[in-house]
T-cell receptor, first 113, second 113 residues
Framework: KNQVEQSPQSLIILEGKNCTLQCNYTVSPFSNLRWYKQDTGRGPVSLTI?????NTKSNGRYTATLDADTKQSSLHITASQLSDSASYICVVSSPSGYSTLTFGKGTMLLVSP | SQTIHQWPATLVQPVGSPLSLECTVE??????LYWYRQAAGRGLQLLFY??????ISSEVPQNLSASRPQDRQFILSSKKLLLSDSGFYLC????????????FGSGTRLTVV
C-alpha cells in the first residue's frame, strides 16, 4: 500500500530559527515528490517538485532534498518568518493512472515571535 | 498562465439541503480535474476525478456526486447534505504525463448544520 509519513506532526520554533521537516514514503513506482504549503483555510500552494534524478531543489528560504534510494525527503526552512506558520504537506506521485497522488497528513509549523 | 477558481469560499447549509460547489480552470486544455476533502488531522482524501467532459470516477462511495459539463468546469453536488459532509473541499487540476500541474483551488469551507 502506498503511504507517505510525515514528521513531526507539529512543530513550534522561534522566529529566525531554522527547521527541517521529514517525509518518508513507500510509493511505487515513483514519479515525483512535491512539497506544498497550506495556510489555514486556504488551498495548498506548491513549493518544490522533484523527480527521482533530483537530489535538492530550492525555492527562496525553502530547500527540499530527496533520497530516492531510502525513499526519504526533507524540507528545510531557513531563517523562519512568522508567515511560515502553516501546514506543510508532502505528496508523492506515481507515473501511471490518473489518481496517483499519495498525500502525507502534513506537519503543522508554528513560528513564534 | 493557468489559474483555478473555486467558489464559494465558505458555505453554511442545513441538513437535507442540496449542494453545488463549482470549480473552473483557465489557461489550459483537457486537464484532469479533482475534488478532495480535507478533514482536520486526516490529510487530503480524493473524492472524484475526471479525465474529460462527462467522465467521472469516484474514489469513495458517499453522499456526493460530481459532474464535468465543460472541459474546464468541475462541479461537486449533493441532493441532501448530511452532517458528516462538513469539511474543507478542494478542487485541483493536473496534466497527465507532466511533472507540473496539480494546482489547488483556494478551497470551500462547508458547514452542515
Amino acid at each position: 500500500k502506498n503511504q507517505v509519513e510525515q514528521s513531526p506532526q507539529s512543530l513550534i520554533i522561534l522566529e529566525g530559527k531554522n527547521c527541517t521537516l521529514q517525509c518518508n514514503y513507500t510509493v511505487s513506482p515513483f514519479s515525483n515528490l512535491r512539497w506544498y504549503k497550506q495556510d489555514t483555510g486556504r488551498g495548498p500552494v506548491s513549493l518544490t517538485i522533484m523527480t527521482f534524478s533530483e537530489n535538492t531543489k530550492s525555492n527562496g528560504r525553502y530547500t527540499a532534498t530527496l533520497d530516492a534510494d531510502t525513499k526519504q525527503s526533507s524540507l528545510h526552512i531557513t531563517a523562519s518568518q512568522l508567515s511560515d506558520s502553516a501546514s506543510y504537506i508532502c505528496v508523492v506521485s506515481s507515473p501511471s493512472g490518473y489518481s496517483t497522488l499519495t498525500f502525507g497528513k502534513g506537519t503543522m509549523l508554528l513560528v513564534s515571535p | 498562465s493557468q489559474t483555478i477558481h473555486q467558489w464559494p469560499a465558505t458555505l453554511v447549509q442545513p441538513v437535507g439541503s442540496p449542494l453545488s460547489l463549482e470549480c473552473t480552470v483557465e489557461g489550459t486544455s483537457n486537464p484532469n480535474l479533482y475534488w478532495y476533502r480535507q478533514a482536520a488531522g486526516r490529510g487530503l482524501q480524493l473524492l472524484f476525478y475526471s479525465v474529460g467532459i462527462g467522465q467521472i470516477s469516484s474514489e469513495v462511495p458517499q453522499n456526493l456526486s460530481a459532474s464535468r459539463p465543460q472541459d474546464r468546469q468541475f462541479i461537486l453536488s449533493s441532493k441532501k447534505l448530511l452532517l458528516s459532509d462538513s469539511g474543507f473541499y478542494l478542487c485541483a487540476w493536473g496534466l497527465v504525463g507532466t511533472v507540473y500541474g496539480y494546482t489547488f483551488g483556494s478551497g470551500t469551507r462547508l458547514t452542515v448544520v
